[in-house]
C-alpha cells in the first residue's frame, strides 16, 4: 500500500452528515479538513439516511479536505459505513474511526476496506484516523499507534474520554491525556490532533486550548463550530520569524556539514544540533502545509 504525507489538519471542522446545509455551508469554510460525522452527531433512527446524504454530498464535493467519522467497531452501521464509503471512486480521502480501543480495531477495519475496496476498484486507499476516547484506547494508544499502515493520524476525544475516566478535568487536568498520544504519534510517524474545545464560541477559554495544544506540538484541533475555524489556522500556523529562524538554523547546519563536516554548529550565540534541526524542519513542514 503507497504511503502518502497526510494533508495538513491545522483546523478539522466536523459537521453532521444529517444536515444538508450544514454541508453544503461546511463546503465553503476554509478549515483544512471537513469531517462529516456519521456517529454521535446522527439520531440512531437517520443513521441510514445520513449515510446516503453523505455519500451524495461528496459525489460533487468542491470544497476542502474531507473525513467521514463513521459508526465504530462492535456498532450494527460500522460495516455499512465502511463498505459505502469505500466504495467510492476518490472521496473521502479518509475515515475516522471513534472509540478505537486496540489494534484490533484498527486490523478490523483494515480487513473490511481491504476487500470493498478491491471489489470497487477504488484508486486510492482510504486512510485511517484513530480518535482515541476511551481509558482502554489511551492505555494502548502505543499499539494503536502502529497498527495499520492506513493510519494517517490519531485524535484526542475529549467528551468520551472524559465519560471513560469519570469526570471532568481542566487544561492542565488533560497534559498526561495529551503527552501520552503526542508521544504514540511521534513515535510511529503520524499527525497528533487535539480533540474539541467543547464550546461552540472562540472565547478565551477556546484560545487557550489551541495556544497549549500548538505550544506541546500537536499539528491541528478539531472545531465544532464554524467561527472557531480562522483562529486554529492562525494558531497551528507558523509565524513569519519562526520561519526565518528555521531556514537560518537548516542553512547553518548544512554549511557547517558541507565546510567542516561538523554536525554542531553556533548560530546567534545557540548551540545548533540534529534535535535543533528536527524541530527546524517541523516548523517548516507545518509552513509549508499551510
Known amino acids: 500500500m503507497t504511503t502518502l504525507r497526510p494533508p495538513a489538519r491545522r483546523s478539522c471542522l466536523s459537521v453532521p452528515g444529517s444536515s444538508e446545509r450544514k454541508l453544503a455551508n461546511a463546503a465553503e469554510l476554509p478549515a483544512d479538513e471537513v469531517v462529516i460525522d456519521l456517529e454521535d452527531a446522527v439520531a440512531v433512527a437517520a443513521k441510514d439516511e445520513a449515510r446516503a446524504a453523505t455519500m451524495a454530498a461528496l459525489s460533487d464535493w468542491t470544497g476542502p479536505g474531507v473525513a467521514v467519522r463513521v459508526n465504530g467497531p462492535g456498532t450494527p452501521w460500522c460495516h455499512l459505513d465502511l ?28 480487513r473490511l476496506l481491504d476487500g470493498v475496496e478491491a471489489g470497487a476498484g477504488r484508486r486510492a486507499p482510504l486512510r485511517v484516523q484513530a480518535l482515541i476516547e476511551t481509558a482502554a484506547g489511551l492505555a494502548n494508544v502505543q499499539e494503536i499507534a502502529a497498527a495499520s499502515p492506513r493510519l494517517d493520524a490519531l485524535i484526542l476525544g475529549y467528551a468520551d474520554l472524559a465519560a471513560s475516566l469519570g469526570g471532568a478535568r481542566d487544561l492542565d ?64 500556523t507558523p509565524h513569519e520569524a519562526e520561519v526565518q529562524r528555521a531556514r537560518a538554523i537548516v542553512a547553518a547546519l548544512e554549511r557547517a556539514e558541507r565546510e567542516s563536516g561538523e554536525g554542531a554548529v553556533t548560530l546567534d550565540g545557540e548551540m545548533l544540533d540534529e534535535a535543533v534541526r528536527a524541530a527546524a524542519l517541523r516548523v517548516l513542514a507545518r509552513a509549508g502545509a499551510a
Do not use: T
Open 83 to 110: 463498505a459505502a464509503m469505500g466504495a467510492l471512486p476518490e472521496l473521502p480521502a479518509s475515515i475516522v474511526v471513534p472509540k478505537v480501543q486496540s489494534a484490533g480495531d484498527l486490523a478490523f477495519i483494515d
Open 173 to 236: 487536568g488533560w497534559l498526561p491525556a495529551q503527552h501520552a498520544l503526542l508521544v504514540a504519534a511521534r513515535a510511529h510517524g503520524v499527525q497528533a490532533i487535539d480533540g474539541p474545545y467543547l464550546g461552540v464560541a472562540p472565547d478565551a477559554a477556546f484560545h487557550a486550548a489551541a495556544a497549549r495544544a500548538c505550544d506541546l506540538g500537536f499539528d491541528g484541533k478539531w472545531a465544532i463550530h464554524p467561527s472557531q475555524v480562522d483562529a486554529l489556522n492562525e494558531a497551528f
